[in-house]
C-alpha cells in the first residue's frame, strides 16, 4: 500500500508530480492558513508531511502522529519546528537552504536601500497627494542617508549574510560582520557584535532563529547602535526586541528599520512598528520570486522522495536520526 503524505499547501514546481505519483497524497487546499486542529486531523494515519514554515510542528502534534516516518519542510528556516522531538523519535526533517540565499539577499538589500532613501514614505507622500507646490523639491526635501561610504554590519556571516556582503561591497560601502564562529570572507572585516553596533551605519540580521539567537537584538543591544543607524531584519522576528526597536525609531535614535519578518506572523495590529512612518514594512517575503520558490518545493519534495524510498533526503536537519538506524 502507498505510504500516505500529507502536503499542508498546493506547491509550485515539477518534482511535487513526482511526489503525487510516488505516495498516497493528501493536499490542504484551503481556504486559508492551517489551523493546528486542521493539522493534527489531516496527519493521522500519515507516514510523511510536508510542510511550510506557517505549520508548527511541536510535540503535541508529534504525539498524536505515531505513524510518522519524515517531515519535509519547505523553507531553510526550521524554528517552527520541533527538532529534537523529531530527532528523538527518529523522525528526519528536511529543509531548503542555498536555493534562496540571492533572492533573499537582493531582499535585505532592498529594504537597507528604501529605508535609507526614505521609499515607503516617498511612495506614500505622491500617492496621498501631497505634493504640491507648497511641498515641492527643496534642498532639504525627503533627505535620506547615503549608502555609499557607509559601514555595514552584519549579523551573521553564512550565506545569505555573504551574499548581502557582496552586494554592499558592489555599492562602496565598507562592511564588518560578526559571526559566532569566526569566518574569513573576503572584504569583510570580522568584529565583536557590541562593536559592530556601535560602528555601523546599517545593520543587517541574518542569523538563524534558536534558543541562542532569541532576542539577540534586545533593548541592551539596540541602545548600542549609533545614532541615526538603520536596522534591517530579513531573518526572523523573534531576533529582534521589537518594541525595544519601535522605541529606538519612535526617539529618533535610529534613522530607519526594513522588516520583513516579525516575532508573531502575520502581525497583530497593534504592533508598534507598523505606526511608524520610518518603518519600511514587507510581509514575510524574502525568497518570493516564482523562481525561487519553485526551487523550494522542488527541494522539499526531493527530500520527501527520498524518504519514501528509504534513502537519506538530500538536506537533512537531523542526519543523526540515520545513526539509529
Ligand atoms: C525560510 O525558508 O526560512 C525563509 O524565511 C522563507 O523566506
Known amino acids: 500500500m502507498a505510504a500516505k503524505v500529507f502536503l499542508t499547501h498546493r506547491l509550485p514546481g515539477e518534482r511535487v508530480h513526482e ?13 486559508g492558513l492551517l489551523s493546528a486542529a486542521d493539522l493534527r486531523a489531516e496527519l493521522a494515519g500519515c507516514q510523511g508531511l510536508v510542510c511550510l514554515l506557517t505549520d508548527r510542528i511541536d510535540r503535541a502534534l508529534l504525539d498524536a502522529a505515531p505513524d510518522l516516518r519524515f517531515v519535509s519542510s519547505m523553507s531553510v528556516g526550521v524554528d517552527h519546528v520541533d527538532v529534537q522531538a523529531l530527532t528523538e523519535r527518529g523522525i528526519p526533517l528536511g529543509h531548503t537552504p542555498g536555493v534562496l540565499v540571492e533572492t533573499t539577499a537582493d531582499t535585505a538589500f532592498a529594504l537597507l536601500m528604501a529605508a535609507a532613501r526614505r521609499l515607503g514614505e516617498a511612495d506614500r507622500f505622491v500617492r496621498q497627494g501631497s505634493w504640491t507646490a507648497d511641498t515641492a523639491w527643496a534642498p532639504d526635501f525627503f533627505t535620506g542617508k547615503d549608502v555609499n561610504g557607509a559601514t555595514l554590519g552584519i549579523v551573521g556571516l553564512g550565506a545569505i549574510g555573504q551574499a548581502v ?18 569566518r574569513a570572507v573576503p572584504g569583510v572585516e570580522l568584529l565583536a557584535l557590541e562593536e559592530l553596533l556601535a560602528l555601523s551605519d546599517f545593520v543587517s540580521v541574518h542569523v538563524a532563529l534558536s534558543a541562542d539567537t532569541r532576542q539577540l537584538l534586545d533593548a541592551d543591544k539596540i541602545a548600542l547602535m549609533k545614532p541615526g543607524a538603520v536596522l534591517v531584519n530579513t531573518a526572523r522576528g523573534g531576533i529582534v526586541d521589537e518594541a525595544a526597536l519601535a522605541v529606538a525609531l519612535g526617539e529618533g535614535r535610529l534613522f530607519a528599520a526594513g522588516i520583513d519578518v516579525f516575532e508573531r506572523e502575520p502581525v ?22 516564482q523562481g525561487t520558490r519553485a526551487l523550494m518545493a522542488d527541494m522539499a519534495a526531493a527530500n ?3 524518504a519514501l524510498r528509504g ?15
Open 19 to 31: 511526489l503525487a505519483r510516488a505516495c498516497d497524497l493528501n493536499v490542504w487546499m484551503g481556504p
Open 311 to 325: 534513502e537519506h533526503m538530500p538536506c537533512c536537519v537531523n542526519p543523526s536520526v540515520y545513526d539509529q538506524l
Open 268 to 289: 497583530a495590529a497593534d504592533n508598534p512598528l507598523l505606526g511608524l512612518p520610518n518603518v519600511v514594512l514587507a510581509p514575510h517575503i524574502g525568497s518570493a520570486t
Open 165 to 182: 556582503a557582496r552586494r554592499a561591497l558592489g555599492f562602496g560601502m565598507r562592511v564588518v560582520a560578526w559571526n559566532r564562529t569566526p
Open 304 to 306: 520527501a522522495l527520498a
